[in-house]
């Protein structure tokens, strides 16, 4: 079992209920890869949940964390909103300093490198994902930061359905 990335910014309600995604995850992967964000306060429907293990770049351990991820063909991109705060997510930066992680999606498991787009490909994503979750055009608004979108390219691609 890996640990799980520090939530402690968030309510204890919501640090609760990704607790128990976490859990989930660990215990039905693939029950836990569509989950409804409204138990944290994000209208929609349930979304596709990945699991990103990664190393912490200040205690180098394995970490991991549940990410909603968007798909484009055979490309998957996770976003660091983190609801708009100031700062960039944890486990983004922890991508940055270490591209090395893996990805789990449901069952499906997948060494991959992470990096960060380019302002252009960013572009070309960013209508995808605010049309699929809109709450990211939200967070944009709250934040002076360009919020990153990471491509997580896998050494094994996924059957999709």
Known sequence: ?????????????????????????????AAAHLWDPIV????????????????????????????????????IVVVGSKGGVANNPAWYLNLVAQPACEVQIGHFRSPAISRTLSSTKRAHWWPRITREQPMQLEYEKRTDREIPVVLLAMANTPLWP
């Open 40 to 75: 944290i306060g994000v209208p929609g429907g349930p979304v596709p949940c990945l699991l990103l293990h990664h190393i912490g770049r200040k205690s180098g351990r394995q970490l991991n964390s549940i990410l909603q991820y968007y798909r484009h063909a055979n490309e």
């Open 1 to 29: 079992m890996t640990n799980r990335e520090p939530a402690d910014d968030f309510p204890e309600a919501v640090r609760l209920e990704i607790a128990a995604h976490h859990l989930q995850y660990e215990r039905d992967p």
